[in-house]
């Protein structure tokens, strides 16, 4: 039939999207997987991670930057995470003035993650970075942000 | 005179910072090389009545009021509400009262159902109405935290961010109207300081600015737009906020919840 005809490549495009995004999907999702990996110890000890997160995909060492209003007499840990092999992932957290205010961290591995007490209730910046800045060749990674605090 | 909670933090958060401090560049916000994702991230009301609880022992029973029952067809309404609920269910967890909780649970399940929502929210309502019961208030935490991101991304996922963020709107604001509530019950700088959240208002301000000029946007969301605006102006004032102040904020937030809630 002429109708099946017309919309026979439809069917095989919207099949080819449907695997790409579940495809794109799945290696968000693993990235905050990561990120909720790195979180785990520290729920035992009293953190409460937020549902809420932040994901998607950036070029290798691009930068992204998150606005986040903290609360001063609250800790706060912000855990990053990709999919991607040997790709080094860091978070930084900058007050308003873009002065570094993160008392501790880490990189692991997938994952990295950085510790806050601010000095005073305001807006401040989470930076994630994955993948290294200085390659040449540059491929698109996965990210994942969560958030915990007590 | 600084209290002793401010002293402690001040000083570890001194010697700390000042050991990471060399270790990372400061960041020029004015020349970023990379992606700023648009959006601020709205924390849930459990996080600052953590801060309060820390600073006393506020009486929580006393922030608990009686929720409307919904009459509004308008969804955008009904966004504000569920948001509401959401925060009333944080309070009630503060103040321990499983009836509470259960009740708002169900609440919660029928304004889902308003919304069309109901299959995707009514596993975390049934969560939170049998994690009441066994007092389990961090789970009750977790699954309100859980039921508002469900609401909100399913909305997101209709290309319904409107409604998605006046969930959020809604929250912000029955959370802010209960944490003035605690301040001026007994004020401290800091308590107030806890209001200092500029660039909230202005992200709420500045969508709900661009709803409420739509052609045939209802009058809450025009009133809303206002409200904000005037908290805006009091909030960029100083912080933290004075007693009078604390005042003023808790009064204009009253205002904007009798437009769809109170």
């Not at chain 1, 549902?51 to 606005?67: A, F, M």
């Not at chain 2, 990471?20 to 648009?38: R, T, W």
């Not at chain 2, 009630?92 to 399940?109: F, Y």
């Not at chain 2, 509530?181 to 107030?192: E, I």
Request: charged share 20%; with cysteine.
């Amino acid at each position: 039939m002429t109708t099946c005809r017309v919309f026979r490549p439809l069917y095989l495009w919207a099949a080819v999207v449907l695997t790409t995004t579940t495809i794109a999907l799945a290696y968000v999702n693993e990235a905050i997987s990561m990120a909720l990996e790195a979180a785990t110890p520290y729920v035992k000890e009293g953190f409460s991670v937020r549902e809420d997160n932040w994901s998607g995909e950036t070029e290798e060492g691009k930068p992204l930057l998150i606005r986040h209003q903290l609360f001063r007499g609250n800790e706060y840990w912000f855990w990053a995470g990709t999919s991607y092999e040997k790709q080094p992932v860091r978070v930084d957290v900058f007050d308003g003035n873009g002065k570094p205010v993160a008392i501790e961290n880490f990189q692991r591995g997938y994952f990295a993650g950085a510790r806050v007490l601010p000095d005073r209730t305001a807006t401040y910046f989470v930076r994630v970075t994955v993948g290294n800045a200085q390659k040449k060749q540059k491929q698109t990674i996965d990210w994942g942000l969560v958030y915990g605090y007590r | 005179m600084k209290s002793p909670f401010s002293l402690s933090l001040s000083l570890f958060g001194i010697m700390a910072i000042s050991a990471y401090a060399n270790e990372v560049e400061p960041l020029d916000l004015a020349s970023f090389p990379g992606e700023l994702i648009n959006e601020v991230v709205v924390p849930v009301p459990a996080e600052i009545f953590t801060v309060l609880d820390k600073l006393g022992e506020p009486n929580w029973e006393e922030a608990i009021v009686e929720q409307p029952k919904s009459e509004s067809q308008d969804r955008r309404q009904i966004a504000l509400q569920f948001g509401c609920l959401i925060a009333d269910g944080f309070v009630a967890v503060q103040a321990k009262s499983p009836a509470e909780i259960q009740t708002i649970g169900r609440r919660v399940l029928n304004l889902s159902e308003s919304l069309g929502l109901a299959s995707s929210v009514r596993p975390h309502c049934l969560s939170i109405i049998e994690a009441a019961g066994d007092k389990d208030w961090n789970r009750v935490r977790r699954e309100l935290d859980l039921t508002e991101l469900t609401v909100r991304e399913t909305m997101k996922e209709l290309r319904d961010d409107e409604l998605s963020n006046l969930v959020s709107l809604g929250g912000w604001l029955r959370g802010t109207q209960v944490v003035t509530q605690v301040v001026a019950t007994s004020y401290s700088n800091d308590k107030a300081e806890l209001l200092n959240q500029p660039g909230l208002i202005n992200h709420f301000e500045g969508l709900v600015s661009a709803m409420s000029q739509k052609p045939n946007a209802p009058s809450f969301l025009r009133k809303l737009s206002t409200g904000l605006a005037d908290m805006n102006d009091v909030i960029q004032a100083n912080a933290p906020l004075n007693p009078d102040q604390i005042l003023q904020v808790q009064q204009l937030s009253a205002e904007m919840l009798e437009q769809f809630y109170l």
